[in-house]
């Protein structure tokens, strides 16, 4: 009867000891994150996405865990909206969402409001009206305008400013990524508006969209350059990856960056940082993709906290040539 007691009581122990070793219990807390990238191959929320899995980690502690599951939106909002039900379906604590569609915020809105999910929209930026959907959303992002600004003055400082087949007017090619996106809309309209601000005149051969694509870019790019030939000076580009396409495409019509075109993107990718070192970009505007991601992760970690979040978060561009 000892013996059988013995055995009894040891099983017991053990019990508790495995239930005390289980992921509820010993102390840990893991948090649940649903991120959604609105798609995986644009060059820019690649290395954004990166930083936030791997920021996330850095956070962690002896007692504190982060589950981050991390989505491809597939540039579809339809697929994007089924991602952010099935994270409400997992019961997560917030969510990090890349938009599709700008204009898409208040749907997402609504859904987290419902079952009262914190979301922090990053570098897509919802309408001022959507932003006062909810009081536990925050966008995290930089001024367009800003990088439409610096685009701008980059090419205005130049010592030509930007004239540089030298007939008085500087005539542009514009590769706008998404007509509908607010990032687009200001670096197009704002990369002129420091031109002409400094009193100088300027000329659109060409404006199209590229939808941030490299492919793109340099099928738009090609296009221009052989309607419009030697009568360009500078083609802007909405971010880097149009910008890479562009590259290829002035080479392939024989004009040479710096010394019959000039061309200047947006976010300072690996790749376009090596391009302006090496001569093949004019210059480039830091979209900070580790301050923001960063200043993303942070937000999230205060609205699990319940704590307070401020609506705006903004992270300032750099200029790169």
């Known amino acids: 009867m000892k013996k059988l007691c013995a055995l009894v009581l040891a099983g017991i122990m053990l019990i508790a000891l495995a239930a005390g070793c ?6 840990v807390k893991t948090y649940k994150v649903g991120v959604s990238i609105y798609k995986y191959d644009d060059n820019f929320m690649t290395l954004y996405r990166q930083e936030i899995e791997s920021y996330f980690k850095t956070l962690e502690t002896d007692t504190v865990k982060y ?3 991390m989505m491809d939106g597939k540039g579809d909002m339809v697929e994007q909206t089924n991602q952010v039900e099935n994270f409400i379906a997992q019961k997560v604590d917030v969510m990090i969402i890349n938009l599709v569609q700008s204009s898409s915020a208040a749907t997402i809105t609504d859904k987290a409001k419902a079952a009262n999910i914190p979301v922090v929209y990053i570098n897509r930026e919802p309408s001022a009206d959507d932003m006062n959907g909810w009081d536990k959303i925050s966008y995290v992002g930089a001024d367009a305008k800003q990088s439409g600004t610096y685009q701008g003055e980059i090419i205005r400082d130049l010592a030509d400013n930007g ?4 007939d008085g007017v500087v005539s542009y090619v514009m590769l706008v990524g998404d007509p509908e ?4 809309q200001y670096r197009t309209e704002y990369s002129i508006k420091a031109l002409t601000d400094a009193g100088i005149a300027v ?3 060409f404006e199209q969209r590229g939808d941030w694509d490299t492919a793109k870019g340099q099928e738009l790019a090609a296009n221009a350059l052989a309607q419009f030939g030697g009568q360009i000076d500078v ?3 909405n971010n880097d990856g149009m910008a890479m396409g562009a590259i290829q495409a002035i080479k392939t019509a024989g004009r040479t960056v710096g010394q019959d075109i000039y061309l200047v993107g947006v976010d300072a990718i690996p790749e376009a940082v090596d391009a302006i070192a090496a001569g093949d970009m004019t210059g480039t505007v830091l979209n900070d993709h580790i301050g923001q991601s960063h200043t993303a992760v942070d937000a999230a ?3 699990m906290s319940s704590e307070s979040v401020d609506k705006y978060l903004w992270v ?4 790169v040539q």
Do not use: C, P
């Not at 289980?22 to 102390?27: A, L, M, P, V």
């Not at 004239?163 to 030298?166: E, L, M, P, V």
């Not at 996106?181 to 687009?184: I, L, R, S, W």
């Not at 300032?316 to 200029?319: H, I, L, S």
């Open 22 to 27: 289980s992921g509820g219990d010993g102390g």
């Open 67 to 69: 589950n981050v599951t």
């Open 163 to 166: 004239d540089i087949n030298g």
């Open 181 to 184: 996106n607010t990032d687009a």
């Open 203 to 205: 000329e659109k051969l």
């Open 235 to 237: 083609i802007f580009a």
């Open 301 to 303: 970690v205060r609205y």
């Open 316 to 319: 300032n561009y750099q200029k």
